[in-house]
């Protein structure tokens, strides 16, 4: 069982990711599906940002995202004045469990039996799906990634596309199995009958909810990307529309969104836009005829604000969400997003989740990376990951003497075997001479090396050590 | 992560050779190779006894204290103003990169940033420093590269390597699928999470196997370890040498024989 | 304390004490001042790209081309504003013309006709606030007269841009028409037909939105 004290049953163990990992690595057609897409991805990606000048925009994409972080709590504030002056209700959650409860005290209010949604990643956080669900009120996933995961049941295995890990017969299969549909390869036969079942759903649904891109906090502006349309709809057609987001999506220009946009569609699929751009500012005026009598804004704390506190970790919450670090990223496309076990998966995840998680729970996160850099290189902001992996890794030691560990769940790995191992090869590797004896004993007995080396020669041979090492022959040479 | 601008010394009299524990234990030929190279620009390689290890290994493992502790052993090796070559992309990202943040805040700060303004990778330093010009002496081949990804991401050396192979008149140069991807080796990632790993240097070793060539080269040690050593143990068609090793052998004339 | 006392707080005294902003310079994403020949062009190659369908015509001949379109297609219903010189223009055509689709005006709230608009309505023609070269894109706000249904739930939409409202980038658009000052309740950048490719990475458009985006260029 998990310490959290989440209201769902549907709790995933994140310890287990090894088990998942394997499972993943020996499924030839998950191991398929994923290289496939991350390809396709990473070369969509390339070829979008020919002609700019990445590096520039990169680290514009990065000053905007700083300066709003550096003034939060103003921007919080001007934005939450902002809206209200707009006719949208703002409300805060502390939690993923206090969010839901918000969310279901407005569809109380207004007797809402059914929920469509559109997309968002908060929401999976929160597991809004299931807690309405428990309420007794239906809650509808209209994304059509996200519409497949939840026929599935399943979670999404990517932030942006959310059922990467099924091809079309598996899709067709449980659209068959689930909605009726003839067993078809043909997408737009699929996307069609998807149309089709979701527009009376949209049209009968009680409340909207979506997530946020962007909030802007100069005009009270929601901003939502997105290339279905199910968004527009899902914050148009209902009478009420509950936006979810984490607090740090704000920023304070709408100039600042020109950059992320620019940066957000071609990082995450390779599009220079997606179809729509959608700002909401307010609900329905008295006079116009359509959109949403009520606009609510749910601001989601759920262990940003401690993320906060730390100047090094502060960077996590400059994301975008783009996904482009785990499109590009080589454990990523091997494992598959629900090997990780977390709502987040890929790099992000693994400097994320563990702050939401604890990183006794999340222990085995920011170690499943070879530190290779490249979401470091691809991310539209410059979050320097592989660095704060390392910082974890070091909060799950329990810190160092210069810096005390903080992160919740931190020093999980005191006192283990591990720790032990690293205190004797620090003693031999301090003491040079101690070195010298010790390798040119390895070298001189190396007949003894053993063959087997856990992991290692599971998969190779072992190294093999060299008769005499570069010391004693840099000093032969000498004599 | 890459330095927006480099800036490349003079060629020097001397540098400071630092071989790194992998290359002392398992590859001292890929250092005598990089030493080699150096004296035939004519520069003197001076080697300092006491080196060790960088520390990388307990630094990403988050042993912090005990990565400072071994890096510390080392910021005294090299009281002269020369450049640190290292042969290795990874041991030289951890000290040029990774040295300045683990000693903040402590009495070896200015130490540790000055050493690390200094530390080179060896090919990035033949080619941008010595301006080598290599005469090709060896047999037509055809090999592979494999840059590592701290060579590549850390150091900003991946044109570095195909520059120096380019000089080589009878070595056909193939460029691999996803030649960016890592090849899974990633220090203690190898042992912790094997099965990743091990699907990682798989597919890396398979997208070498089809560019048709038998041989490949590599930047550094733990890649060659990794990748050479999944082909032996899997009688996959493809072996691995450090580049330096590959370099100094067909263009020294005797076969490649040590001094 | 709520919530938002103890997360406002929580910002405000931080352990790492105040943060700098940092200056923010939107230079890159200037382009050369295009003639409006060439922002046509390169609108066109644009929204092209994602499958939206651009006709160039004048101020004299766009109903014609809409009627042709519209027959090619067989739409039998056309979603007009009620007081848009748009609306107004194709009420005059259909007096002495038999081409054009029947003709449904939205002048009445949504709640009333929710299912004859999701059901019956087979496109839908609004105006433009400009468009964006670079991105392809179309600037609609939605107003009191064109709904923001108009655009979204018929499989037909219709946009009439002018050329010369063309600007070079968002960026460039949004400080020309001084977006900052005041928002609409809904405002849209729309690039292209509705679209996923949440099946394999499959291309499939009309998803949730319109099939088709067609677009008039009144040069």
Not at chain 1, 121 to 139: C, K, P, T, W
Request: net charge negative.
């Amino acid at each position: 069982m998990s310490e959290t004290t989440h209201h769902s049953a549907h709790h995933i163990d994140v310890k287990e990711f090894h088990p998942r990992a394997r499972a993943a690595i020996h499924n030839p057609q998950i191991r398929q599906n994923f290289r496939k897409a991350m390809d396709g991805l990473m070369t969509k990606r390339k070829s979008a940002f020919e002609g700019w000048d990445l590096e520039t925009l990169r680290d514009l994409g990065a000053n905007i995202r700083m300066r709003a972080l550096a003034n939060l709590p103003d921007l919080l504030e001007q934005l939450e004045q902002k809206l209200t002056e707009n006719g949208v209700t703002v409300h805060w959650a502390a939690d993923g469990d206090e969010a839901c409860e918000i969310v279901r005290d407005i569809c109380l209010a207004r007797d809402a039996k059914s929920v469509i949604k559109g997309k968002s990643m908060v929401s999976e956080e929160m597991e809004l799906n299931h807690y309405l669900e428990d309420q007794g009120i239906e809650a509808l996933e209209s994304d059509l990634g996200e519409y497949i995961v939840q026929l599935a049941e399943e979670t999404p295995s990517h932030i942006i596309m959310p059922a990467i890990h099924k091809n079309t017969t598996e899709i067709s299969q449980l659209l068959h199995d689930k909605t009726g549909t003839d067993l078809s390869n043909d997408v737009e036969y699929l996307t069609a009958n998807a149309r089709l079942q979701l527009r009376e759903k949209f049209r009968n649904a009680d409340v909207g909810i979506s997530g946020v891109n962007f909030a802007v906090a100069e005009t009270g502006t929601l901003c939502l990307v997105e290339n279905e349309g199910n968004g527009r709809m899902t914050t148009t057609v209902p009478p009420c529309h509950i936006a979810v987001t984490g607090i740090e999506k704000v920023v304070p220009k709408l100039e600042d969104v020109t950059a992320l946009l620019a940066l957000l569609t071609r990082s995450a699929t390779g599009q220079h836009i997606t179809t729509y751009f959608n700002m909401i500012s307010g609900p329905r005026k008295a006079d116009e005829l359509d959109g949403p009598e009520e606009v609510h804004l749910v601001l989601v704390d759920n262990g940003r604000s401690t993320i906060y506190q730390d100047d090094e970790l502060l960077d996590t919450l400059r994301c975008i969400r783009c996904g482009a670090c785990m499109n590009h990223c080589p454990v990523y496309t091997r494992v598959g997003g629900h090997a990780y076990g977390t709502t987040y998966p890929g790099p992000i995840g693994k400097i994320l989740m563990p702050h939401m998680v604890g990183l006794d729970e999340g222990r085995h996160l920011p170690t499943a990376s070879s530190l290779c850099g490249a979401c470091g290189e691809v991310c539209p902001v410059k979050i320097p990951i592989p660095d704060l992996l390392v910082r974890l890794r070091q909060e799950a030691v329990d810190g160092d003497k210069l810096h005390p560990a903080k992160v919740r769940g931190h020093g999980a790995k005191r006192g283990t075997v591990e720790a032990m191992i690293w205190k004797g090869w620090s003693w031999m590797h301090a003491r040079p001479g101690l070195y010298r004896l010790g390798t040119a004993l390895g070298a001189r007995f190396r007949k003894l090396q053993p063959g087997k080396l856990g992991g290692w020669t599971q998969y190779r041979t072992a190294p093999k050590l060299a008769a005499k090492t570069l010391h004693e022959r840099m000093k032969e040479r000498s004599q | 992560m890459v330095d927006p601008i480099k800036v490349y010394p003079a060629k020097p009299s001397k540098v400071y050779f630092y071989g790194t524990c992998l290359v002392d234990m398992f590859y001292p030929d890929a250092g005598m190779a990089g030493i080699q190279l150096l004296e035939r620009e004519g520069i003197e390689v001076i080697y300092p006894e006491d080196q060790t290890c960088c520390g990388q290994p307990a630094y990403t493992s988050g042993y912090h204290d005990e990565a400072r502790a071994v890096a510390r052993a080392q910021l005294g090796l090299f009281p002269e103003d020369w450049p640190i070559v290292v042969p290795s992309g990874s041991c030289g990202g951890m000290m040029r990169k990774h040295y300045p943040a683990l000693f903040k805040d402590t009495a070896d700060d200015v130490k540790a940033a000055e050493i690390a303004g200094r530390i080179w990778e060896l090919t990035d330093f033949l080619v941008n420093v010595c301006h080598i010009k290599l005469e090709d002496l060896g047999e037509p081949t055809t090999v592979a590269m494999h840059t590592s990804c701290s060579a590549r991401r850390e150091m900003g050396v991946a044109e570095v390597g195909p520059k120096l192979l380019g000089q080589l008149k009878n070595v056909n140069l193939v460029e691999q699928v996803r030649a960016e991807e890592c090849c899974g080796f990633g220090g203690t990632f190898a042992v912790r999470h094997p099965e990743i790993s091990g699907a990682m240097v798989s597919e890396k070793v398979d997208t070498l196997v089809n560019t048709g060539a038998r041989e490949f080269v590599t930047t550094d040690c733990g890649c060659l370890m990794n990748i050479a050593g999944y082909a032996e143990k899997n009688q996959k068609p493809v072996t691995g040498q450090h580049i330096l090793s590959f370099l100094w052998e067909r263009t020294n004339g005797d076969g490649g024989k040590h001094s | 304390m709520s919530s938002r006392d103890a997360i406002l707080q929580r910002l405000r005294h931080r352990t790492g004490g105040e943060l700098t902003a940092p200056e923010c310079d939107f230079s890159v994403l200037n382009r050369p001042d295009w003639s409006t020949a060439e922002k046509l062009d390169m609108f066109e190659r644009t929204i092209e790209s994602v499958h939206g369908e651009v006709h160039r015509t004048t101020e004299s001949g766009w109903i014609d081309r809409l009627a042709e379109i519209l027959q090619t297609r067989g739409a039998q219903t056309l979603l007009i504003a009620k007081e848009h010189e748009i609306g107004k223009a194709l009420k005059n055509a259909t007096e002495n013309r038999e081409d054009l689709p029947q003709l449904l005006v939205y002048d009445e709230a949504i709640d009333s006709w929710q299912e004859t608009l999701f059901n019956d309505v087979d496109a839908g023609i609004t105006s433009t606030r400009g468009g964006i070269a670079e991105t392809g894109s179309l600037i609609l706000w939605p107003s009191v007269d064109e709904p923001r249904l108009m655009s979204l739930v018929p499989p037909i939409h219709i946009a009439v841009l002018k050329a010369s409202e063309l600007y070079t980038t968002f960026h460039d658009a949004m400080q020309s028409q001084n977006w900052a000052a005041g928002m609409p309740t809904n405002a849209l950048l729309v690039s292209g037909p509705s679209k996923t490719a949440d099946i394999e990475q499959t291309l499939a458009y009309g998803v949730h939105g319109p099939k088709e985006l067609i677009v008039l260029v009144i040069e």
